[in-house]
């Protein structure tokens, strides 16, 4: 994989770890609203205006993915627990699965669509801040055992 694609990878990856870290709202902290983020990496009005326009636009769709998986996932555990046929649950597993997967690439898409408004230069500082970020949760995490 060329350091490009690797790049991309890793901004990707920070913004599904903010997301899934910071539960204010369903699908993530708006880090392009954020003083400190908007500061750090110079990001402009256009560009967080661009950024949330590319939210607003999916949020809807995640949400309404994501009550059908929640359903979906509901509706296997009450096969799993009536002890249904195998074969009726592995269908059930299927269907939750691919739902599931297409909640991902939708998620995923609008977070790529985020990054592409960044200049080169901020993804940088985006991937900085993610690796500055995993060091203090490493650090965190590492005194919540000592204590």
Not at 27 to 45: E, H, N, V
Not at 67 to 73: C, R, S
Request: glycine share 2%; net charge positive.
């Amino acid at each position: 994989m060329s350091p490009t694609w690797r790049a991309a990878w890793r901004a990707i990856v920070f913004v599904l770890v903010l997301a899934t870290e910071c539960r204010a709202q369903s699908f993530g902290f708006p880090w392009w609203r954020d003083a400190q983020f908007q500061k750090d990496l110079s990001l402009s009005a256009e560009q967080s205006a661009r950024i949330d326009s590319v939210f607003q636009s999916t949020i809807s769709l995640l949400r309404q993915k994501r009550e059908e998986l929640d359903q979906q996932e509901a509706e296997l555990s009450r096969l799993i627990a009536a002890n249904a046929d195998e074969a009726v649950v592995v269908r059930q597993v299927d269907k939750v699965e691919g739902i599931r997967a297409g909640l991902n690439k939708h998620r995923t898409v609008m977070l790529l669509r985020m990054r592409q408004v960044l200049s080169p230069e901020q993804r940088v500082k985006l991937n900085k801040l993610y690796e500055d970020r995993q060091k203090d949760r490493k650090q965190d995490n590492k005194q919540g055992r000592e204590e």
